[in-house]
């Protein structure tokens, strides 16, 4: 959920000080294991170019655990950890913050309660202090409750009558109708309204435990020096949080349409169908193939088909999503109104063109290249690594997952990518959804109505 920007003195700083990496090879980052006096565990990233560390962090359990009718809160939580802890009410420990050059933050996604910490070295004992008083004496303050709660409602109005956010409801909505991946994470204007203090409290207290805690960690610091950072940041945490399972999800709605009028020139589109969890032996597969179908940008067969051979659209584009329980293979465009059947029906092509086709020689190995290329761009600053350490945990990746990825790509083969869109796509199970006045196409079913 978008917020107010804050701590802007102490990212300047941590920028100045060098925050940004230079790009560099896979095999040179070395990963380590490191485990703290008090049990806490977490994966190292050493450098020394810059006297910084960050810290990346996630519980397992998102924003599909919250209540039925108060999604949105664990969104709501997150973006009020900082406004105040401990004997510190918001302002204070806002200035504290500032004074120390430090940045906390914090946010929820679907299956994840994510934050971070990013602190130059001489300071990191007392932010490590603070990310510990935030992360179990949260104040939640009625003052500070009420501010986020109407930024965050301001903001759900706003997203209300943006064609790109409507879509995105509707679409999960339609797919997962009786599933928490269904419901809007961010919540709805009744569900904000519906979170108490109390329910923020026993999210808090129920679901931040050290069994549940993923930690990547990037900088200028040993292992030695880490193990007692990790417990004077995490120690403080109950061992055990409360158990949780979600049930998986088979997806709905295979080959609806779903159209929202409105009055907009250009409709915005959303399709897609089932796709697979990050776990499946054939996801570098899949991947490789996305990146060919629709996930390669101006190289993608989509972009070609849509917008360059026949302008189309600006931009189309597709993606794979995997969540803890279920998998998604989705795309979007947007496009005039007068040529959302025309876009639709290309899009359909392109989906059993790859399905019954697979690739060539020539795409397979431009693609190859580039997904290989590029994956040194993804280390150029210490927050996008420490979030990748934990990704890694997540996955159960391995921890050398950085050094070994490019061979799982450069092992896929021509068979592997059609045997892959044979059993991924299918495209009379797209579920689409359109927003705007289209053209050449009609509903076969009533959208769904989001709420929380």
Same mark, same amino acid.
């Given at each position: 959920?978008?917020?107010?920007?804050?701590?802007?003195?102490?990212?300047?700083?941590l920028l100045a000080?060098g925050?940004?990496f230079?790009p560099?090879?896979?095999?040179?980052v070395?990963v380590?294991?490191v485990?703290?006096?008090?049990?806490?565990?977490a994966?190292?990233?050493?450098?020394?170019?810059?006297?910084?560390v960050s810290?990346?962090?996630s519980?397992?359990?998102?924003?599909?655990?919250?209540?039925a009718?108060?999604t949105?809160?664990a969104?709501?939580?997150?973006?009020?950890l900082?406004e105040?802890?401990?004997?510190?009410?918001?302002q204070?420990?806002?200035?504290?913050?500032?004074?120390l050059?430090?940045?906390?933050s914090?946010?929820?996604?679907m299956?994840?309660?994510?934050g971070?910490?990013?602190?130059?070295?001489?300071?990191r004992?007392?932010?490590?202090?603070?990310?510990?008083?935030?992360?179990?004496?949260?104040?939640?303050d009625?003052?500070?409750?009420?501010?986020?709660?109407q930024?965050?409602?301001?903001?759900?109005?706003r997203?209300?009558?943006d064609?790109?956010?409507?879509a995105?409801?509707v679409?999960?909505? !339609?797919?997962?109708?009786d599933?928490?991946?269904g419901?809007? $994470?961010?919540g709805? &204007?009744?569900?904000i +309204?519906a979170? #108490?203090?109390?329910?923020?409290r026993?999210?808090v207290?129920?679901?931040?435990?050290?069994d549940?805690?993923?930690?990547g960690?990037?900088?200028?610091?040993?292992?030695?020096?880490?193990?007692?950072?990790?417990?004077?940041?995490f120690?403080?945490?109950?061992a055990k949080g409360?158990?949780?399972?979600?049930?998986?999800?088979k997806?709905?709605?295979?080959?609806?349409?779903?159209?929202?009028?409105r009055?907009?020139?250009?409709?915005?589109?959303?399709?897609?169908?089932?796709g697979?969890?990050?776990?499946?032996?054939?996801?570098?597969?899949?991947?490789?193939?996305?990146?060919?179908?629709?996930?390669?940008?101006?190289?993608?067969?989509?972009?070609?088909?849509?917008?360059?051979k026949?302008?189309? !659209?600006?931009?189309?584009?597709?993606?794979?999503?995997?969540? $803890?329980?279920?998998? &998604?293979?989705t795309? +979007?465009?947007? #496009?005039a109104?007068?040529?959302?059947g025309?876009?639709?029906?290309v899009?359909?092509?392109?989906?059993?063109?790859m399905?019954?086709e697979g690739?060539?020689?020539?795409e397979?190995?431009?693609?190859k290249?580039?997904l290989?290329?590029?994956?040194?761009?993804r280390?150029?600053?210490?927050?996008?690594?420490?979030?990748?350490l934990?990704?890694?945990q997540?996955?159960n990746?391995g921890?050398?997952?950085?050094?070994?990825?490019?061979?799982?790509?450069?092992?896929?083969?021509?068979e592997?990518?059609?045997?892959?869109?044979k059993?991924?796509?299918?495209?009379?199970d797209?579920?689409?959804?359109?927003?705007g006045?289209?053209?050449?196409?009609k509903?076969?079913?009533?959208?769904?109505?989001i709420?929380?």
């Amino acid at each position: 959920m978008a917020r107010l920007a804050r701590n802007v003195l102490p990212v300047f700083l941590l920028l100045a000080a060098g925050l940004l990496f230079v790009p560099r090879a896979a095999s040179a980052v070395t990963v380590e294991r490191v485990e703290s006096p008090g049990g806490i565990v977490a994966w190292l990233v050493r450098d020394s170019m810059v006297p910084l560390v960050s810290i990346e962090f996630s519980f397992r359990g998102g924003a599909a655990l919250d209540p039925a009718g108060k999604t949105g809160m664990a969104e709501l939580t997150s973006s009020l950890l900082d406004e105040g802890a401990g004997d510190m009410d918001s302002q204070t420990f806002q200035r504290k913050l500032s004074d120390l050059a430090v940045s906390i933050s914090f946010g929820a996604g679907m299956d994840t309660f994510r934050g971070s910490l990013k602190s130059l070295n001489h300071t990191r004992d007392e932010a490590a202090d603070l990310l510990a008083l935030a992360l179990t004496k949260p104040r939640f303050d009625e003052d500070a409750v009420e501010r986020i709660r109407q930024q965050v409602l301001a903001a759900l109005t706003r997203q209300s009558t943006d064609p790109n956010k409507i879509a995105g409801q509707v679409w999960w909505k !339609a797919v997962f109708p009786d599933h928490p991946y269904g419901l809007p $994470s961010e919540g709805t &204007v009744e569900t904000i +309204g519906a979170i #108490t203090v109390d329910d923020m409290r026993g999210l808090v207290s129920e679901r931040f435990s050290r069994d549940q805690l993923i930690v990547g960690v990037v900088g200028d610091i040993t292992p030695e020096e880490l193990g007692p950072l990790l417990d004077r940041a995490f120690g403080g945490l109950p061992a055990k949080g409360k158990p949780f399972t979600l049930s998986e999800p088979k997806p709905q709605a295979a080959g609806q349409i779903f159209v929202v009028e409105r009055d907009v020139p250009q409709s915005v589109v959303l399709f897609g169908h089932g796709g697979i969890r990050r776990e499946d032996p054939d996801w570098y597969a899949a991947y490789t193939m996305n990146y060919i179908l629709g996930g390669g940008g101006f190289a993608s067969r989509l972009y070609d088909e849509v917008r360059e051979k026949r302008g189309l !659209a600006y931009s189309v584009y597709s993606y794979m999503t995997p969540l $803890s329980v279920a998998g &998604v293979y989705t795309g +979007g465009v947007s #496009t005039a109104n007068a040529r959302v059947g025309e876009s639709i029906d290309v899009i359909r092509a392109e989906w059993a063109r790859m399905s019954d086709e697979g690739v060539s020689e020539e795409e397979l190995k431009d693609a190859k290249t580039y997904l290989t290329g590029s994956f040194p761009l993804r280390f150029t600053n210490t927050g996008s690594i420490a979030r990748m350490l934990v990704g890694m945990q997540y996955n159960n990746l391995g921890i050398r997952h950085i050094e070994e990825r490019n061979a799982f790509i450069e092992a896929v083969t021509l068979e592997d990518i059609r045997r892959v869109a044979k059993r991924l796509l299918k495209p009379e199970d797209l579920t689409v959804v359109i927003v705007g006045k289209p053209e050449g196409v009609k509903a076969t079913a009533k959208a769904p109505r989001i709420g929380g």
